[in-house]
Every structure is written in C-alpha cells, then in structure tokens.
C-alpha cells in the first residue's frame, strides 16, 4: 500500500507564490512512479496540474500552468515538489497528490481514473 502526504498551500493574492509538497512512503520502486497533482475547483472536474516519472524525469504539464508551475523531486525519498508562481484568481482549487506504480505517459497522464493513490488534498486560495 502506498500513501501520500501532501504539504504546503494556503491563500496568497494574484501574482504571488507557493510551494507544495508530497512524500510517497511504501513498497515503491522510483524507476516505475509517476506521481504529480491533480486540481479540483469547486463546481468542476478534477484537472491535470502535472506529473512526473520518476524513472526519465519525464514530465507533462498542463498548459494552463506551463511556465508558472514547476517540479522537483528526490527519488531516495519518494518526494515531489511543486512551485508554484504567479498565481492567477483562477488557480484556486483543492490541490490532490497522485500517483500510480507505472512511468507516466503522454497519452493517459491527464486521467484521473489512471491514478491508484490520491493524497488528502490541499487547499490553495488565490485573490485577486
């Protein structure tokens, strides 16, 4: 069994930035990982943010946040990072960790049914 444990988020005002985090703990291999975020705003469906193979380091970004968010990792520890920058009123959303035991694709990485573990969720509020 695999859990994530997401930190960071919060509330800041448009423009500004914030940095989450997720550590993935359990029988993992990082050369089979793909794990990244997924978005949620109230009233709409879950979406894409991005996600990472911690095997190649491919990763796919959705274009909504492609050269405002950003990601590292640390494949000893299973964690991934994301910063995020000039943040816009419509970034707003329960941010959730994911992951699934397999390399990312280009072709499934935005499907939120292809992702076995889900994090709690984290909150980021954006004010304009």
């Known amino acids: 069994q695999v859990q994530l444990v997401e930190s960071g988020g919060g509330s800041v005002q448009a423009g500004g930035s914030l940095g989450l985090s997720c550590a993935a703990s359990?029988?993992?291999?990082?050369?089979?990982?793909?794990m990244g975020w997924f978005r949620q705003a109230p009233g709409k469906e879950r979406e894409g943010v991005v996600v990472?193979?911690?095997?190649?380091?491919?990763?796919y970004y959705a274009d909504s946040v492609k050269g405002r968010f950003t990601t590292s990792r640390d494949n000893g520890k299973n964690t991934l990072w994301l910063q995020v920058n000039s943040l816009k009123p419509e970034d707003t959303a329960m941010y959730y960790c994911?992951?699934?035991?397999?390399?990312?694709?280009?072709?499934?990485?935005?499907?939120?049914?292809?992702?076995?573990?889900w994090g709690q969720g984290t909150q980021v509020t954006v004010s304009s």
């Open positions: 994911v992951a699934v035991l397999r390399s990312c694709s280009i072709t499934w990485w935005s499907r939120a049914n292809e992702y076995t573990y």
């Open positions: 359990g029988y993992i291999s990082s050369s089979t990982l793909c």
């Open positions: 990472v193979s911690f095997g190649n380091g491919f990763t």
